[in-house]
């Protein structure tokens, strides 16, 4: 299985990316953000 990074994935663009890696693709996702704001 294929695992991708997702930086800056708790934004709006991020989260989207991801959850179409997930969905679609079949990818382990990780997901990295600072959250600082």
């Known amino acids: 299985?294929?695992?991708a990074?997702?930086?800056g994935g708790a934004g709006f663009?991020?989260?989207h990316v991801a959850?179409?890696?997930v969905e679609?693709?079949?990818f382990d996702v990780v997901v990295l953000d600072?959250?600082?704001g």
Request: charged letters at 15%; zero cysteines.
């Open 34 to 36: 600072d959250l600082s």
């Open 5 to 7: 990074l997702v930086t």
């Open 1 to 3: 299985m294929t695992t």
């Open 19 to 21: 959850d179409n890696l």
């Open 24 to 26: 679609k693709l079949g």
């Open 13 to 15: 663009i991020g989260s």
